[in-house]
């Protein structure tokens, strides 16, 4: 330590005398200028740096050829403009910000966008939003309410059971399987766990919780 310190030493003598720069102060002095010049612009931008600002809403644009569309959802009334070509997911998921329902495939291959329509389960990416005016439509969100409008806080007994049989499990699926289940209730079905299986093929889980799934239709299935 001392020897550097004593050859610094004698280098800044020898330039005062010689005028002379060594290379020790050579790259001392770019390592100091380096250090200056990436600094700088950091200590100058985070001075002058102003508070966050609230992000302006984007501009709506007006849908060109829109179309009034009145749906009822989860016994709501909605009046809608919508693009004629604007399918059932999209209109609950963007406009509505119903985000229960999942958009896995678009495709109608997967089932995580199952609705039920007068009753009846139907993938809803597949269907135009303006084909269900007048509908009676129900989401995941409003599936408690419809099993007992007395208790809209309450989980519905499917819901409940797919809890207690631990039938999810990134949960991706869950809404569009609990979906199809309620309506399998109503559905010719035999009474044995391959019948269910059967009749929930258009349902996807790619965790594969399907064993606890069935499960959990067949404990509701046998309290009806």
Do not use: W
Not at 135 to 153: K, M, N, W, Y
């Amino acid at each position: 330590m001392n020897d550097a310190l004593e050859e610094q030493t004698a280098a800044q003598a020898e330039e005062q005398t010689t005028g002379r720069v060594t290379r020790r102060s050579f790259l001392s002095q770019l390592g100091a200028a380096g250090v200056a010049a990436t600094t700088a612009p950091l200590i100058a931008t985070h001075a002058n740096a102003a508070p966050t600002a609230t992000l302006e809403p984007l501009t709506t644009e007006t849908v060109e050829n829109a179309i009034p569309v009145n749906l009822t959802i989860n016994n709501k009334p909605f009046a809608l403009t919508l693009d004629p070509r604007t399918t059932l997911l999209d209109a609950l998921r963007e406009t509505i910000a119903l985000t229960g329902t999942k958009k896995g495939c678009d495709h109608g291959q997967c089932g995580a966008c199952t609705v039920h329509i007068n009753g009846r389960r139907i993938n809803s990416c597949l269907t135009l939003a303006a084909m269900h005016d007048g509908d009676d439509i129900t989401t995941i969100e409003g599936l408690a309410g419809a099993a007992d409008p007395a208790t809209p806080d309450n989980l519905h007994p499917m819901q409940a059971s797919f809890i207690e049989h631990d039938g999810y499990q990134c949960g991706y699926c869950t809404s569009g399987q609990i979906m199809s289940a309620v309506a399998l209730l109503k559905e010719p079905c035999g009474p044995t766990d391959a019948d269910v299986k059967e009749l929930m093929s258009g349902n996807i889980c790619r965790c594969g919780a399907y064993p606890n799934i069935v499960a959990a239709i067949q404990h509701v299935r046998q309290r009806a």
